[in-house]
């Protein structure tokens, strides 16, 4: 399994703008997806973006797409997800997650290593 680390979570207006950063460790990625999901209460875990580590491909939900970007510091091991245009309904945890194969990127249950979690709250 990789060891995954968030950061980057906070208080935020809407309009604003973050950047959650995933630090990941324990092994060679080469062949890895990783992804971002959130989870806000009472909803289930939803995908917001992914990304192919070795060829660098991005994947993104229809709710996000055009104001966030996910990328990758291969050098460093990490991954970044920058929110802008930030909406109340973006209120979530946000999971950086991890799975050695480049499909079913956007299915959860696929992903064998997670982050922590970090919290992102955008006021109205």
């Known amino acids: 399994q990789v060891q995954l680390v968030e950061s980057g979570g906070g208080l935020v207006q809407a309009g604003g703008s973050l950047r959650l950063s995933c630090a990941a460790s324990?092994?060679?990625?080469?062949?890895?997806?990783m992804g971002w999901f959130r989870q806000a209460p009472g909803n289930e875990r939803e995908f917001v973006a992914a990304?192919?580590?070795?060829?660098?491909?991005?994947y993104y939900a229809d709710s996000v797409k055009g104001r966030f970007t996910i990328s990758r510091d291969y050098a460093k091991s990490l991954v970044y997800l920058q929110m802008n245009s930030l909406k109340p309904e973006d209120t979530a945890v946000y999971y950086c997650?991890?799975?050695?194969?480049?499909?079913?990127?956007?299915?959860?249950?696929?992903?064998?290593?997670w982050g922590q979690g970090t919290q992102i709250t955008v006021s109205s």
């Open positions: 990304i192919i580590w070795s060829v660098g491909s991005t």
């Open positions: 997650a991890a799975k050695p194969t480049a499909w079913n990127i956007e299915n959860a249950a696929k992903y064998d290593s």
């Open positions: 324990g092994r060679t990625f080469s062949n890895y997806a």
